[in-house]
Structure formats: structure tokens, C-alpha cells
């Protein structure tokens, strides 16, 4: 995916899970063309990494010459902050990945709220799939898989955790059907968002969407 772009925008909106900055120092070691502006969702310190300005979508600043990240000194990498579901206002990238979590990391948060969310997270970006329909939206997050689509050892842990999540605070997993219809109810008098493309992490929990924009009468290849 990321070699068909020069631009990659990461939005790191759930703080659970490995460091933002790991996830980015892997992306851009392997993919050296790349130029990534990361989004973060609270103010935090993102090391090695240089900021620009609030919700700006001005030029590549390079990173840091910190001491304490020399491995992303060459790299062309910036940092935001950005609201979720604020608008996306960054609109020269080739791939959008919003990194959303889920309640089962972060427990506080309920499963309407998680839904809301996402849906925030999918108008914020749907102006520019349209007026961009060589961009892709990556929506990652841990997801409940469906009934037989993966190995059963798999799918009998992440039904177990499911049930505690629900024993202990009444809540529950988003299944991988039910984000695709949160895409598919996203839209406008244009068109709609569609899934064209899935894939799952090591271990079957969390779940890539790759979403398009697909114009009214038109149709798009979906997953």
C-alpha cells in the first residue's frame, strides 16, 4: 500500500497499545520515500519528532536531530495535534490511517462512544476521499471477528474476551460487519464511503479497513 505514495498521514487517536512514535520509526526506516505527518490526539511529547502548527497542512519538517532518537534524524516526518473528529484538514496525502482502538483498550469507554467516534472519524475524512478518489482511509482497530472467518482458536479467545468485557462492564467488542456498515451509511449527496480492501494483524485482532470514495451510479471493487 505504501508504495503507491509518497504522502501517508498516521493518526494516532487511541494512546493505548505500542508508542505512536515506534509505529511511525518502523513505517519510515522500511519505506524511506515516504513522507508522514502524524497526527496525535493529546498534546503528549512524541520523541525525536518535530510539531507544526495545530491542524496545519504546511510543508515536511524533518525530524528531530535529538540525541535521544538519532534513528529518525534523516527522516521526513512532522507532527499535529488533531481532535478527533475534527476535520481533516491535511489533504495532499495518499493514505489516511486513523488508529481507533477499541473498548476492550480503553475500558472507560462504551461501545456508543466508540461508535460515535468512528463515525466522527469517517465524515471528518470523507470530503477529502471525494475530492481525492486516488486516496485510501486505513481504519485500524481491535474488532470482534465474524462467526467462521478465522481460525477457531482465534475466534474462541476473542469471544472470551468479549464475554468478560460484557461481564465485568457491560460492553462489548465492535464486530468487523458492523464497522462495515458504519462506512457504508457514510456519505453525502455525491456518493458514499466503501470498503475495498481488509487485513488483519498477527493475531487476528485488529482489523485494517481500506475505505474509498464511491460516486453515485458508480461502483468500486469492495472487500
Known amino acids: 500500500m505504501w508504495r503507491g505514495t509518497s504522502q501517508l498521514l498516521i ?3 487511541e494512546q493505548a497499545g505500542p508508542h505512536p ?3 511511525v520509526r518502523r513505517i519510515a526506516e522500511r519505506y524511506s520515500h515516504l513522507y508522514i505527518t502524524v497526527q496525535i490526539s493529546e498534546p503528549l511529547g512524541f520523541d525525536g519528532l518535530q510539531h507544526t502548527p495545530n491542524g496545519s497542512s504546511g510543508g515536511r519538517a524533518s525530524a528531530s536531530s535529538s540525541p535521544s532518537s538519532p ?4 527522516l521526513r516526518v512532522s507532527v499535529q495535534r488533531r481532535i478527533t473528529g475534527r476535520p481533516q484538514t491535511v489533504r495532499n496525502a495518499g493514505v489516511y490511517v486513523v488508529d481507533l482502538g477499541s473498548p476492550s483498550t480503553s475500558p472507560s469507554e462504551s461501545l456508543a462512544s466508540l461508535t460515535a467516534r468512528v463515525t466522527a472519524e469517517l465524515f471528518a475524512h470523507l470530503p477529502i476521499l471525494r ?7 486505513v481504519v485500524a482497530m481491535r474488532l470482534l471477528p465474524d462467526p467462521g472467518s478465522v481460525d477457531v482458536g482465534v475466534e474462541a479467545a476473542a469471544r472470551t474476551r468479549d464475554l468478560v468485557l460484557l461481564q465485568l462492564a457491560n460492553e462489548r ?6 464497522l462495515v456498515d458504519l462506512v457504508q451509511n457514510v456519505g453525502d449527496a455525491s456518493g458514499r464511503l466503501a470498503v475495498v ?3 488483519r ?4 485482532s485488529v482489523v485494517a479497513l481500506g475505505i474509498k470514495f464511491q460516486a453515485s451510479g458508480n461502483s468500486v471493487s469492495t472487500a
Not at 475530492?131 to 482511509?137: I, K, M, Q, V
Not at 494483524?201 to 487476528?204: F, K
Open 21 to 23: 512514535s515506534c509505529i
Open 173 to 178: 467488542d465492535l464486530e468487523v460487519s458492523e
Open 71 to 74: 534513528s529518525l534524524s534523516p
Open 201 to 204: 494483524g498477527r493475531d487476528n
Open 11 to 13: 493518526s494516532t487517536l
Open 197 to 199: 480492501s481488509r487485513a
Open 131 to 137: 475530492d481525492n478518489r486516488g486516496a485510501t482511509l
